[in-house]
């Protein structure tokens, strides 16, 4: 096992790259919202990034593993409505936009990433609180664990509430095209992010090759096939890390499949908003598995 930094003009951006025992391999960039920006498993690349995107600090990045937290999606007027106040909130929150820590996972191979509180959290957000993600590789499997935490007051605010908060990652995954996509697991019936209005998921997965943005309650696990190389995904997940986004962004060769606590606008709704009081934690898992060989039909 090695955790190096690779900073060397050959590479194509600064990163952190760790390799397990088995050749598995993990890229990071921590100070770029703690963005996982590849997963070598099997000896291939497993997911999408884009990185000429990447090198250009103004853009949203397309590619690797985003965190979305404190919010998945967006929120009412890009304003989070608490007790303290009312703070500005862009999509998917600040997490993917922050500087994280990076240090070795202890006891297993992998990575832990950490998120503290900070002067530029708390203007959108008034708690003292730590994000950890462990990235876990495991034999033909990716095992990801977020820990939250609420930490009480942050930066003299009053007595702390209740920390309200959503958590989701955003992965892409590389496909050999949209049409060799196949998703199977997901339920009849779906949430469609484009129109907000219940759809039928078979016709959403119709249209990958246009563009989707999908929510789902899968009662199981969530697989993404590719027919051209035959080999898939399994998406498996944990409550109340149990919801599943589906997003495609033609014409990108790769497929989000994305689990999240709450759909979009949870924190204004309270639709399956988390709350933690201060002191406590919570654990959430979830875990991507491959699947080497794609049935026939």
């Not at 190096?4 to 960039?29: I, K, M, N």
């Amino acid at each position: 096992m090695s955790l190096v930094h690779c900073a060397g003009s050959a590479e194509p951006y600064p990163h952190w790259l760790f390799t397990a025992a088995s050749g598995d391999q993990l890229r990071v960039v921590p100070e770029r919202g703690g963005l996982v920006t590849s997963w070598v498993a099997d000896g291939r690349e497993r997911l999408y990034f884009d990185a000429d995107r990447f090198a250009d600090p103004v853009k949203s990045v397309r590619g690797g593993i985003p965190v979305l937290f404190p919010i998945c999606g967006n929120l009412p007027g890009d304003s989070l409505r608490l007790p303290q106040g009312e703070f500005p909130m862009v999509q998917h929150g600040f997490a993917r936009d922050l500087p994280w820590q990076l240090e070795r996972l202890e006891g297993g191979e992998g990575i832990r990433l950490r998120l503290t509180d900070s002067p530029a959290s708390r203007a959108h957000y008034p708690f003292a609180f730590e994000l950890t993600l462990d990235y876990a590789l495991e034999p033909g499997a990716l095992a990801i664990t977020a820990g939250v935490e609420h930490g009480g007051t942050a930066g003299g605010a009053p007595a702390a509430d209740a920390m309200p908060f959503a958590l989701g990652l955003h992965p892409y995954f590389a496909l050999s095209s949209l049409e060799a996509a196949e998703l199977e697991g997901l339920p009849e019936q779906c949430f469609n992010h484009l129109t907000m209005a219940e759809a039928a998921t078979a016709e959403q997965l119709l249209q990958l090759r246009q563009g989707v943005d999908l929510l789902a309650a899968p009662s199981g696990p969530v697989r993404l096939w590719d027919r051209a190389s035959a080999e898939g995904v399994e998406l498996q997940l944990s409550a109340p890390l149990d919801l599943a986004v589906v997003w495609t962004d033609p014409p990108r060769p790769m497929l989000c499949l994305e689990p999240w606590t709450a759909p979009r606008g949870a924190l204004a709704s309270g639709e399956r908003q988390l709350n933690l009081q201060p002191g406590e934690r919570m654990q959430l898992q979830c875990r991507y598995a491959l699947l080497p060989h794609c049935p026939l039909g």
